[in-house]
């Protein structure tokens, strides 16, 4: 199931309060639940090469290396 009338509203105040480039699409998604079975080592990349504090290009990197 899936809402997007607060997106709809709240997407130009989000962009322009946290600085989101135009040709990115914003969108969220909540997982819930875990995995069924065994699915081996996690392959992703390390947060700190896309996680952004506060505004968009603001790395978040030193925060992500201090939570891990």
């Known amino acids: 199931m899936s809402h ?4 709809v509203r709240g ?6 309060a946290i ?4 040709d ?6 909540i997982m819930v639940g875990w995995p069924k079975g065994r699915h081996g080592p996690v392959r992703r990349r390390p947060l ?5 504090l506060d505004r968009w ?5 030193d925060l ?4 891990t």
């Open 4 to 7: 997007q009338l607060g997106f």
């Open 11 to 16: 997407e130009r105040l989000l962009r322009d």
């Open 19 to 22: 600085g989101v480039p135009e």
């Open 24 to 29: 990115w699409m914003v969108a969220g998604h």
């Open 48 to 52: 700190a090469e896309f996680v952004n």
């Open 57 to 61: 290009g603001a790395s978040a990197g």
């Open 64 to 67: 992500v290396a201090a939570a």
